[in-house]
């Protein structure tokens, strides 16, 4: 649609908010939505009261994640201008830091959506579950960071024209779907289910 010209950085910030709330509101329904579908008899379904009830906990992680992001990249930049024989340490550590923290992150959206974590809660349920079984959670996110990058890759070659834009956006959204689905249902598979009048875990439809 063409660029927009941001007056400086006070746009910047307020534009940037702006996006990570209408972002936070469209996840949060999507995630509720899901979760809706893989657990039928887990209480109340109602989609409005869900959202104003999951919605902070997930915008509370996206800033605690935002925050530790930006942390490693002034420590890198701290590095470079003031430390630079340390450099390539710190950048190495940095370059760990920004693959660990959505690692470890993984599973507390889910957390959220499902068991109603708060922020704190949800990281340390994540922290908890990656560590219980980490050669199954590794293998979940390289799988799904492998279909991502494919997906991309094809789906850039047809996204050209308006029709395959269109397709493109579908087959997107599909495929997002069917990953945000599975790492659900990995994580009900391998947690406790929800507490709720009549969820059980033979409710659990994979």
Same mark, same amino acid.
Not at 50 to 55: E, F, G, I, K, S
Not at 85 to 109: D, E, K, Q, S, T
Not at 127 to 137: C, E, G, I, Y
């Given at each position: =649609? $063409? %660029? %927009?010209e941001? !007056? !400086?950085? !006070? ?6 908010? +702006?996006?990570?709330? +209408? =972002? ?27 959202? #104003? ?13 935002i ?5 490693? #990249?002034?420590?890198?930049?701290? &590095? +470079?201008?003031?430390? *630079? ?5 710190? !950048? +190495? ?17 889910? *957390?959220?959506?499902v ?11 994540s ?9 199954? #959670? &590794? $293998?979940?996110?390289l ?19 308006? *029709? =395959?834009?269109?397709?493109?956006? &579908?087959?997107?959204?599909?495929? $997002?779907?069917?990953?945000?689905? =599975? ?15 009549? *969820? ?7």
């Open positions: =649609g $063409g %660029i %927009i941001l !007056g !400086g950085v !006070g746009q910047l910030l307020g534009a940037a908010l +702006i996006m990570l709330l +209408i =972002g936070g509101v469209i996840s949060t329904t999507y995630l509720v939505l899901l979760r809706r579908t893989i657990l039928p008899n887990s209480g109340p379904h109602q989609v409005l009261p869900l959202l #104003v009830d999951r919605a902070p906990h997930l915008l509370g992680l996206a800033a605690i994640a925050g530790a992001l930006v942390t490693l #990249v002034i420590l890198f930049l701290i &590095a +470079i201008n003031f430390l *630079s024989f340390m450099a390539i340490f710190i !950048g +190495i550590a940095v370059a760990a830091g920004l693959i660990a923290v959505p690692f470890f992150m993984f599973f507390a959206n889910v *957390s959220v959506i068991d109603n974590s708060t922020p704190k809660v949800a990281l340390q349920k922290l908890a579950f990656v560590a219980d079984d980490a050669w199954p #959670v &590794a $293998g979940l996110i799988l799904t960071v492998l279909v991502q990058l494919m997906s991309g890759m094809v789906l850039t070659q047809i996204a050209g024209t308006v *029709s =395959g834009y269109m397709i493109a956006v &579908a087959a997107n959204a599909f495929i $997002g779907t069917v990953l945000a689905a =599975g790492s659900m249902v990995f994580y009900l598979s391998r947690a406790p289910v929800p507490t709720a009048p009549d *969820s059980t875990p033979e409710n659990i439809q994979e």
